[in-house]
């Protein structure tokens, strides 16, 4: 499968004071934390989701954005993967027509993220997430670029995380039964 790629690596932040004051050491800024929700979907048999793949429709302050993520290959606690992406107007609309095709909601997660870019545009985006697991921030850009700035933060390869929220919450779950079947803020269930 040919196309954008998306590279990224994910690590468990600790003291996120002590991370964004590296970020805005380095020149980085920050934007605001928006709430974000996002909706999987895949067919009755899960066949997206065996083949490795993901369709997901997510919404912030209104603005949906429908995506579509191929099979994860991860080098070294960097993950890569064909992305295509598309805004969308009407999020729920959206969530209807995949459902029309024989798509269906399977789980849902939420997240508050504060995304921080540098002036160089060369340099990777990092986002700072707050989520029902904890706190976790991701940097996403070019392979060389990720892991230079994963250093320059102070994050060694061994703290990289390859796998997906939905990942880390079903492994959660399995530790913890009482759960919530999707990964929301309290009062935030289906």
């Not at 928006?34 to 979907?41: C, R």
């Not at 994860?72 to 959206?94: L, T, W």
Request: aromatic share 8%; hydrophobic share 40%.
């Amino acid at each position: 499968m040919h196309g954008p790629r998306e590279i990224e690596t994910k690590f468990r932040v600790v003291e996120r004071a002590v991370l964004e004051s590296r970020l805005q050491a380095l020149g980085a800024s920050a934007g605001p934390s928006e709430p974000e929700s996002n909706v999987l979907f895949d067919d009755a048999a899960r066949s997206l989701r065996e083949k490795g793949c993901a369709l997901r429709v997510r919404t912030v302050a209104g603005r949906g954005l429908l995506t579509f993520k191929g099979p994860a290959e991860v080098a070294a606690g960097v993950k890569s993967r064909i992305e295509r992406e598309s805004p969308v107007s009407d999020p729920e609309s959206v969530a209807r027509v995949l459902e029309a095709l024989g798509y269906r909601p399977w789980f849902r997660y939420e997240k508050r993220r504060a995304t921080w870019t540098f002036p160089d545009p060369t340099r990777p985006l990092v986002v700072v997430d707050e989520t029902p697991l904890g706190l976790f921030s991701e940097i996403e850009g070019p392979d060389d670029a990720v892991r230079a700035l994963a250093v320059e933060l102070g994050v060694a390869e061994a703290d990289f995380i390859a796998e997906s929220y939905i990942a880390l919450w079903l492994a959660a779950r399995e530790k913890d039964p009482s759960l919530p079947q999707d990964m929301v803020f309290e009062g935030g269930g289906r």
